[in-house]
């Protein structure tokens, strides 16, 4: 009888305390019911938009791509590509990020000796249809290595063919990632092997006229000649960038590769002028250093 009556008083004693609340009110009261407990939602993470471990790598560009000259003379050695090469002693982009048993499978490279930015769209879209989740670019060092520098890629269609390669991508493989290499300073290429007669006697065979033609002349119109190469390639390198930085997806080097001092242990013995396996070995550090980068270029 006591628990009862106890039980009753309470409800009675909650009731009219809602009951006092509610006096004076025209407008009626209303019961606030308790908020149930629950867990707090968690914050969503935003997906990256740059993702520093892509499973799949595609590789286009020129000849340093395909790594001419460095293994023997006047061949390709896609073996020792910076980008996609299986030699451990370079260590390629690929390599590092995949992994040797998956380099095989999860890798292409579609570059091609002699090629320059008009043919990269088609080079794209040939990406494109393996869907990789990272393609690399390193083109632009034909354009401004011609026979004379009046043959040299004008600046606003190295631009067109860029961005005409990028919307070929999209169209294939609208989410893979883009590293873009500056194009290397052909000058300092110059300075670094005027003074050996063997580089000099090499260069005579015809290899990138409009920098490396009469190497040991000194006189002004000479030193304009090569000035005006380096120009170009500075322009070349403001497109990649420009065109790049409207991609969400596309990273640029930011210069790396254009400002490493390459020096004869980097460079063929046979031509003086493409890499090594010991320069595709620095150009493999370069491009993991920038495409594991937080926060672009490194």
């Known amino acids: 009888m006591m628990r009862g009556t106890r039980r009753f008083r309470t409800g009675l004693t909650a009731a009219g305390a809602v009951a006092l609340l509610c006096v004076g009110s025209l407008t009626g009261c209303e019961v606030a019911k308790p908020e149930a407990s629950a867990s707090p939602r968690p914050t969503p993470t935003p997906t990256p938009v740059w993702d520093r471990t892509p499973a799949s790598v595609a590789a286009v560009g020129d000849s340093i791509t395909r790594a001419f000259d460095a293994c023997t003379v006047l061949a390709d050695c896609p073996e020792a590509s910076w980008a996609t090469g299986t030699d451990t002693l370079v260590n390629s982009l690929a390599l590092r990020l995949l992994g040797p048993e998956r380099v095989a499978e999860r890798s292409w490279n579609l570059a091609k000796t002699g090629a320059r930015m008009a043919e990269l769209p088609e080079q794209m879209a040939r990406a494109g249809a393996r869907k990789p989740e990272l393609v690399t670019v390193m083109m632009g060092s034909n354009d401004a290595c011609r026979a004379r520098a009046e043959l040299m890629t004008p600046v606003a269609e190295f631009r ?78 403001t497109v990649l960038e420009e065109v790049c930085a409207k991609d969400r997806r596309c990273r640029y080097d930011g210069g790396a590769v254009f400002g490493f001092p390459f020096d004869g242990e980097q460079l063929s013995r046979w031509d003086w002028f493409h890499p090594s396996k010991n320069g595709q070995a620095r150009l493999a550090e370069l491009a993991h250093r920038q495409v594991t980068a937080p926060e672009g270029p490194a």
């Open 160 to 237: 067109a063919d860029f961005e005409a390669s990028l919307a070929s991508l999209r169209r294939a493989a609208p989410k893979a990632q883009v590293y873009v290499s500056s194009v290397p300073d052909l000058k300092r290429l110059w300075s670094s092997g005027k003074d050996s007669a063997l580089s000099r006697q090499i260069w005579k065979l015809g290899i990138c006229g409009s920098m490396l033609a009469d190497a040991e002349d000194l006189s002004a119109p000479a030193e304009k000649r090569r000035t005006a190469v380096r120009d170009r390639v500075v322009a070349y390198n």
